[in-house]
């Protein structure tokens, strides 16, 4: 379970990728993620999820705050791959996406 | 604040604000530049002196230490050395006060006189030796060995009073022959005032009155001087181991009794006597201290500038930020309604507000699309994140969506279609979009959504929100925006807005919108509706961009 990549940025977060046990690839956000880092933050996971990987879980336990730019992250990852899912959400995080019609897109894992 | 009152700019203002900008920039650096350039080169002056002054007084100390040293050490040298010839005054005192006691005890007896001090008197430690009368008035050497005593040469006034000296008490009485032609020293001595015969002997000093110092003795490194009484008179000159009889530079002296005289020995050191690195400690200080201070100068010299350039960077960079943002928001409001249309029988009013969250201006926006008689499409969407290219994907929307409605489109053909126009994959943003298709003469709106909050439906029993279908929002993937209609009664107002006015940070959406909701009610007018929802939801300007929008039936 080592960190594949952590890069701090302005707003303090951080993405870490893992081997999940499931096959594909486990990242977890970690901190905030706004405009100041989304973009930091999302070269960082397109570089942990790499070229093949059909399917990401995206752990959200230790992210404390994220606003549009970090849906859009989400969003982006979403693009790229088959299967996103979303695990851990806050339930601010979790009514955010139900609330701006993403549960189909960003389902949340049960 | 009002978008209706937003003056439009044409792309020619813009062009000239920014050019303006690079030359403001330009002059204000040269005023920063030229303001500091004044304080900075006196930092590291001041800085240079200080560090000289102390390196100044260490260097100082240290010499002073240095010189209290060598003092104390020549000092010590000085009582040593007078110890020293202290102990070898009775080399000449006791072969004198021995004959003094003999001659008293044989009457003057030439056989035993001569036994005693014959081979004292052959140059070392004397060159005569003499036996003279105590009290003769025209006094003559009763017994002469080595050499003529320079004392007979003297008158017979001088000889007695000499002589009387020597019987003053039992002690050594010196005459100081120095100057006479040769150069010599003479003692006298005598058993006291009872004395019959007084002893006498000459001592002679080298001519040049040099005497080296053997280069292992304990004195090798002092040149010294020994004067005949406590002046130092250079006639006075015993022996000394310099050129000179002076002595120059740091002295030290000692004054030892010899005889009824004195003998004042002056010393001075040849080298350091407390070692050369205690000698050059100040000068190392001094040097490397000179060194170091000019370097610590140029460190804070450069450091100053350092700072002085971070400043005018600073300056500089938060005026073309304020200037970036004042260009962004403009650009923002000009692409926002001039005004709103007119149409019988429909009440209009919105708002919108920058955030006052750093420079970057948000992706809000609202419109109002004439689409034939008695209808409107109101439309209000928010480009996810922030800063120009943000600003520059909303207005390609609100641009797309006018052209759209113009054609006769729907809200949910509209959507459908939007989703095509952008993609957050590629161009980093998505928006979440309600488009409200409003019939007048019906009093219905028929809303598709696409990711954005629920409209607000206030009526005079309280404010409910309007369950949409929530689609995806456009930029994600295709989807489908199915319609959903709302009657919208007589005293009833339609509310659409973007998150700007309930979200906050860390908090549940649901929490803001119900916050919203409870706020929505009781007020008389549009107008006083969506002033009184920005002065009590974001009372400190809130942080992101809000637009705001309201409707209403009007007899």
Redesign the interface.
């Known amino acids: 379970m080592a960190p594949v990549e952590n890069n701090e940025t302005g707003a303090h977060g951080a993405v870490e990728g893992v081997d999940d046990p499931g096959g594909g690839r486990l990242v977890r956000l970690i901190g905030e993620i706004d405009i100041s880092n989304a973009d930091a933050l999302g070269a960082n996971l397109e570089k942990i999820i790499g070229e093949s990987c059909d399917r990401v879980v995206i752990d959200l336990v230790g992210l404390e705050f994220m606003d549009s730019s970090g849906i859009a992250l989400l969003l982006r990852t979403a693009g790229r791959v088959d299967t996103v899912e979303i695990r851990n959400p806050s339930d601010v995080v979790r009514r955010i996406i139900e609330c701006s019609g993403l549960a189909d897109v960003l389902r949340i894992e049960t | 604040m009002v978008g209706t009152d937003v003056a439009p700019s044409g792309t020619g203002t813009h062009a000239a604000q920014l050019s303006a900008l690079g030359s403001d920039a330009g002059a204000i650096s040269g005023a920063v530049a030229g303001t500091r350039r004044r304080f900075r080169h006196a930092i590291p002056i001041v800085v240079a002196v200080v560090a000289l002054a102390i390196v100044g007084s260490l260097s100082f100390t240290a010499a002073a230490l240095h010189d209290s040293n060598e003092n104390r050490l020549l000092r010590q040298r000085v009582n040593e050395a007078g110890a020293v010839i202290a102990a070898t005054i009775p080399n000449a005192e006791s072969p004198l006060a021995s004959g003094a006691i003999l001659a008293e005890a044989t009457h003057g007896e030439r056989a035993s006189f001569t036994k005693l001090l014959g081979p004292l008197s052959t140059g070392t430690p004397f060159v005569s030796a003499s036996l003279w009368p105590a009290h003769a008035v025209d006094p003559k050497p009763l017994i002469v060995l080595g050499d003529a005593p320079e004392l007979a040469s003297r008158t017979p006034a001088g000889i007695r009073t000499f002589l009387a000296r020597a019987t003053v008490k039992s002690s050594l009485a010196l005459l100081d022959l120095l100057n006479s032609s040769e150069r010599r020293l003479g003692y006298s001595y005598s058993v006291g005032p009872q004395a019959k015969y007084v002893v006498y002997a000459e001592a002679a000093r080298p001519p040049n009155r040099r005497a080296a110092v053997d280069s292992n003795s304990a004195f090798s490194n002092l040149d010294y001087t020994i004067y005949l009484g406590t002046g130092r008179d250079p006639r006075q000159v015993i022996a000394s181991s310099s050129s000179g009889p002076k002595l120059t530079g740091r002295t030290a002296s000692d004054t030892l009794p010899f005889g009824d005289s004195n003998l004042l020995i002056v010393m001075t050191p040849r080298g350091e006597l407390g070692g050369s690195l205690l000698a050059r400690l100040p000068w190392l200080i001094g040097g490397l201290g000179i060194v170091l201070a000019l370097a610590a100068a140029l460190l804070t010299e450069r450091l100053v500038l350092g700072r002085a350039r971070a400043e005018e960077l600073a300056t500089l960079t938060a005026r073309l930020f304020s200037e970036q943002r004042s260009v962004a928001q403009t650009l923002q409001q000009s692409l926002l309604p001039e005004k709103s249309p007119e149409v019988e029988g429909l009440g209009l009013a919105v708002r919108y507000m920058p955030g006052a969250a750093g420079v970057?201006i948000g992706g809000d926006w609202y419109d109002l699309i004439d689409v034939g008689p008695g209808q409107v499409m109101l439309v209000v969407g928010?480009v996810?994140?922030?800063?120009l290219r943000a600003a520059t994907v909303m207005a390609s929307l609100r641009y797309a969506i006018r052209a759209y409605a113009a054609e006769g489109d729907g809200p949910s053909e509209i959507l459908i279609k939007m989703s095509k126009l952008i993609?957050?994959?590629r161009d980093?943003?998505?928006a979440?979009v309600l488009c409200g298709l409003v019939d007048v003469a019906e009093r219905r709106i028929t809303f598709a959504?696409?990711?954005?909050?629920n409209p607000l439906l206030i009526t005079g029993a309280g404010a409910e929100f309007v369950a949409t279908k929530?689609?995806?929002?456009v930029?994600?993937?295709p989807?489908a925006y199915p319609t959903m209609s709302v009657s919208v009664p007589s005293d009833g107002v339609l509310l659409a807005y973007t998150d700007g006015i309930f979200e906050r940070?860390?908090?549940?959406?649901?929490v803001g919108l119900e916050r919203l909701r409870n706020a929505s009610v009781g007020y008389a007018s549009l107008d006083e509706l969506l002033d009184g929802l920005l002065r009590v939801l974001t009372p400190d300007g809130g942080r992101d961009d809000t637009a705001i929008l309201a409707v209403t039936w009007r007899p």
Do not use: I, L, Y
Not at chain 2, 384 to 387: K, N, P, Q, T, V
Not at chain 2, 505 to 510: A, F, H, L, Q, T
């Open positions: 970057d928010d996810s994140g922030r800063g993609s957050v994959g980093g943003h998505f979440t959504n696409a990711g954005h909050p929530v689609g995806v929002p930029g994600v993937e989807g940070r860390g908090e549940s959406p649901d």
